[in-house]
């Protein structure tokens, strides 16, 4: 990949996670209350002893925005450079063996999303603790990012921020499997028929050639489907990586006897120290196989909302820039 093809997307991968993250944050902030255990003390549990109003649940539902707009940019940049990459690198060399392009597709998004996770991972550990701050009269003010990174400080500080990449792994890995190979074949089934009933060469059905809105539609619903699905069968890998996360920033609780999330009170120590598999053994324990798949509707609601958004925007963008780019060569011969 040139400087310059690279150079765009970055800018349309960076210019797609801004769109997507403002428009959909506050879905994921429910979504992970819901699948936290403060949550399911205080709002989903009628024995709970600490009476929190559920209005509570609805408040600073852009908390944490601030940290995902500063590294979900670098990371989309990141995921994209690299998928390109892989795809060219695994579509030339597995030609030769006859590699499907399903399996192209899937290795390619495995590795760029094992790349971008090392980016953010730390942000979601913030976010994800900042999305879990009760907001006290007064403080509003104040970024509840650099609040939950406080928060999260001390000894060990860099081990907390890199808590749950595993999980995340986990999840993004089968995720971005499921999705990119669906997406793919669904917007070139889509492009294909699209050509095929298009008459009098106009080239309205083209891919190459068709227009901005056309190619955002159809890329986004492509995504949009694929997305959905992918974020249903992936949500037990989700709950846990949220806890895991959370797990982070309420071992700092117990240190300072902090009593600021939703609940007042953190979370056990149970299983604290553990990984994936004991905090999924955890979450079943707790609410049986079905807590595995908490908060799996508002997931795949956001995701496929987000995913044709981000993907959608992500190509109106780069095939904005590259004809710009190509009008200027074009101009100047």
Not at 25 to 42: G, V
Not at 69 to 84: C, K, M, Q, R, W
Not at 166 to 172: E, G, H, I, P
């Amino acid at each position: 990949m040139s400087g310059g093809s690279n150079r765009d997307v970055l800018l349309a991968g960076a210019a797609a996670a801004f769109t997507v993250d403002l428009l959909i944050y506050p879905l994921d902030t429910l979504k992970t209350r819901k699948q936290s255990q403060d949550f399911l003390r205080t709002f989903a549990d009628p024995a709970a002893k600490t009476k929190v109003p559920s209005t509570q649940l609805f408040r600073g539902l852009y908390q944490g925005i601030g940290i995902v707009i500063v590294a979900t940019l670098p990371a989309a940049g990141t995921f994209f450079s690299v998928y390109e990459s892989a795809k060219s690198f695994f579509g030339r060399h597995g030609a030769g063996i006859g590699l499907p392009q399903p399996v192209v597709h899937s290795a390619a998004s495995a590795v760029a999303e094992m790349a971008s996770c090392v980016v953010l991972t730390p942000a979601e550990v913030i976010k994800q603790n900042a999305q879990m701050i009760s907001r006290r009269q007064g403080s509003e003010g104040k970024s509840t990012s650099i609040e939950a990174l406080r928060h999260l400080g001390g000894p060990g500080v860099g081990r907390k921020l890199l808590s749950g990449y595993t999980a995340m792994v986990a999840r993004n890995l089968p995720f971005t499997a499921i999705q990119f190979p669906i997406f793919e074949y669904a917007r070139t089934a889509i492009w294909s028929r699209r050509s095929g009933t298009t008459k009098g060469g106009t080239g309205l059905g083209s891919r190459e050639n068709g227009s901005l809105l056309e190619t955002g539609v159809i890329t986004g619903t492509s995504a949009g489907l694929a997305g959905s699905f992918a974020a249903v069968i992936t949500t037990p890998m989700d709950v846990v990586k949220t806890r895991m996360m959370l797990m982070a920033g309420e071992e700092q609780d117990l240190k300072q006897g902090a009593h600021d999330r939703h609940s007042g009170s953190p979370e056990n120590s149970h299983g604290r120290h553990h990984g994936g598999l004991s905090v999924a053994r955890q979450v079943i324990k707790e609410r049986g196989i079905p807590g595995l798949f908490r908060g799996s509707v508002l997931r795949a609601v956001w995701t496929a909302v987000g995913s044709g958004l981000y993907l959608g925007m992500y190509e109106v963008s780069k095939v904005w820039l590259t004809r710009g780019k190509d009008a200027d060569d074009q101009s100047f011969p």
